[in-house]
């Protein structure tokens, strides 16, 4: 019988597996010819025309990664929906014309990273220990982490495990630095993900057997600020005002505006930027647009709406932070025709961006 455990991550997961008589080992993630270690936590719906109608294919994880940057077709790219599972107002979205419930989207990617998990033996049942963090993003307390709880509970059912045990994920930290420590300790075990960091102080004794371990936790706690917000930084300070956030606009009276800066408080959640390509937001990016008085950011912004760039723009993000940990200067750069958005950022700036 094969344990499984599960660490459905806001950007990336992961599955390891153990059985009676072997080293737990960390499963890999067929796809095309390549076995992945880990599996992108995204979603990508994809219309696709079939005779006089049209059909819509789900892909997940690295499949959607590809058929979003490289396919053909219409689609709508999700990601960083982790974050949402603490909020009692996100409840469904429309994707072309059906609604689809957070737990559902969620179970598309749990559906996925159970497909495709290889681990040369048997298939994975529906029993797993899975992680969760100590405080999920977005919540103000404990009602709202038992809300988020259940929806992922639900989530990992729809999926097929039925039977699923929760973990705080540093604790499981805790275990692996005890069992490679081998001696008594009293660790403080920190998680720094995409979207919480969750920290631990946890009483190690590891028992004689190569299974056993007795854990502690003298205390938890977890706050909602992690990569996701380093990166909200970015965009805030560096990318959204070469987007127009800065800018004023005309309005049919004449009258000067500031461009609605909401446009760009949702640039800066990746969780919610699928969101903005909505016939209301292109309503109000129009009216700007028609008095910008800058007008080529503005057009540079709804070409990020209107093309789905999040992904882009989110790798983008990333490359700039990890090149800014080791120089001191670094490129901004988004070319994506009709995108293009370059700029020179330096550590300094981002030090006191984030700080």
């Not at 660490?7 to 597996?17: H, L, P, Q, R």
């Not at 999700?78 to 559902?104: D, P």
């Not at 990569?227 to 005309?250: C, N, Q, W």
């Not at 025709?337 to 300094?348: E, Y």
Request: proline share 4%; glycine share 10%.
């Amino acid at each position: 019988m094969l344990a499984v455990g599960i660490d459905f991550g806001t950007t990336n997961s992961a599955v390891a597996i153990a059985s009676a008589d072997q080293e737990p080992v960390l499963a890999t993630f067929a796809w095309k010819n390549r076995r992945l270690p880990t599996f992108r936590s995204v979603l990508y719906f994809e219309r696709i025309a079939a005779g006089t109608g049209q059909k819509i294919a789900v892909h997940t994880g690295p499949d959607a990664l590809e058929r979003h940057v490289h396919g053909s077709g219409e689609g709508r790219f999700m990601q960083s929906l982790k974050t949402f599972l603490a909020s009692r107002l996100t409840q469904s979205t429309n994707v072309f014309g059906h609604i689809h419930t957070l737990e559902s989207l969620v179970g598309l990617i749990l559906s996925g990273l159970r497909d495709s998990v290889s681990c040369g033996g048997p298939a994975i049942g529906g029993a797993a220990v899975a992680g969760r963090p100590v405080r999920f993003a977005g919540s103000t307390g404990e009602t709202d982490d038992e809300r988020a709880l259940e929806r992922l509970r639900r989530s990992f059912a729809l999926a097929g495990f039925e039977d699923v045990r929760f973990e705080y994920e540093p604790v499981g930290a805790a275990y692996h630095f005890a069992r490679r420590a081998g001696t008594a300790a009293l660790a403080l075990i920190a998680d720094f993900g995409g979207g919480t960091s969750d920290f631990s102080v946890v009483k190690l004794s590891p028992r004689a057997s190569r299974a056993g371990l007795d854990t502690d936790v003298l205390g938890s706690g977890g706050v909602g600020i992690a990569g996701d917000a380093f990166d909200a930084r970015i965009i805030r300070h560096l990318v959204s005002p070469m987007l127009g956030s800065t800018s004023e606009y005309k309005d049919l009276f004449g009258k000067r505006r500031p461009v609605p800066a909401w446009l760009f408080s949702d640039l800066e959640q990746w969780h919610r930027l699928s969101f903005l390509n909505s016939p209301a937001t292109q309503a109000v990016l129009q009216t700007v647009r028609q008095g910008a008085l800058e007008p080529e950011k503005l057009e540079a912004f709804d070409a990020l709406i209107a093309n789905d760039l999040a992904y882009e723009l989110h790798e983008a993000v990333e490359a700039v932070k990890v090149a800014l940990s080791t120089h001191e200067v670094a490129e901004f750069s988004l070319i994506k025709p009709p995108l293009r958005v370059t700029s020179a950022v330096t550590r300094k700036e981002l030090e006191a961006w984030i700080a």
